[in-house]
């Protein structure tokens, strides 16, 4: 099994680097089975987007570490044999801003819209064609795989959806109005479009996984199931398991 390792940089994630490749050797990545990264859930994001073909196995030298398995140096090449795998699509964001740039991006865990201004947002929301919000006044709003419904969703107050549920979570952040609007649970398939109603006095970003544009007119988003990343986890730690786990504590 060719492996190749990626650290986060940290102390603790260079001396696992160290460790891990005088035991098992470091295979160029255009040439391993897997790729093991070293850090924690912001390394894991930043390595599925760079690459999504190879299966990538995750040990934990960060803090929270929710998609990464325990750290450990011995029987690597078996654990990650032994190893479930889950499939991850992504969400494609497309933006427009007010200078009439086009922003494309893809986000594994969340697309939001954050206010950028001292105002809240006044967000429109149409799904599939058909507008379901005509205003929504808030900080913003976000759009959640499974995969990310446990990080800011979470953070909202947004639902945790179970891994192959083939939903999505809607959830406003810090809603006004409607004042008692939660949100919305949404089919995989469907197209997520949010207008942003006042542009200049209450400017509005969007974010796909902390990668930013600022000042947009409209965001529209989706699933892409052309694009895979596959994630590697040890037998019973899976993140069907974590999902549910989480739920509990």
Request: with cysteine; hydrophobic share 40%; charged share 25%.
């Amino acid at each position: 099994m060719k492996l190749h390792f990626i650290s986060s940089g940290t102390e603790s994630a260079e001396a696992a680097l160290y460790l891990l490749t005088k035991r098992y050797g470091q295979a160029a990545q255009e040439t391993a089975d897997v790729v093991v990264a070293l850090g924690g859930d912001g390394l894991m994001l930043s390595v599925m987007h760079q690459n999504d073909g190879l299966p990538v196995y995750g040990m934990n030298r960060g803090t929270v570490g929710f998609l990464m398995n325990e750290y450990e140096v011995d029987d690597l090449p078996k654990r990650i044999a032994d190893a479930e795998e889950t499939v991850i699509n992504p969400l494609a964001m497309t933006a427009e801003t007010v200078k009439g740039e086009i922003y494309r991006g893809l986000a594994i865990n969340e697309v939001g819209l954050l206010r950028a201004g001292s105002q809240a947002a006044r967000l429109a929301i149409t799904i599939d064609g058909r507008e379901r919000l005509a205003e929504l006044v808030c900080d913003g709003a976000i759009l959640s795989t499974p995969a990310g419904s446990t990080a800011y969703n979470y953070s909202a107050n947004g639902p945790i959806l179970p891994i192959g549920s083939d939903v999505l979570a809607l959830t406003p952040i810090a809603a006004f109005r409607p004042r008692r609007w939660r949100g919305a649970i949404l089919p995989k398939t469907a197209k997520v479009r949010f207008d942003v109603l006042d542009p200049q006095k209450r400017p509005v970003m969007a974010d796909a996984d902390s990668r930013g544009v600022s000042s947009v007119l409209w965001v529209e988003v989706s699933s892409d199931d052309s694009v895979q990343h596959r994630l590697l986890f040890d037998p019973g730690h899976g993140l069907e398991e974590r999902l549910i786990r989480e739920q509990f504590v």
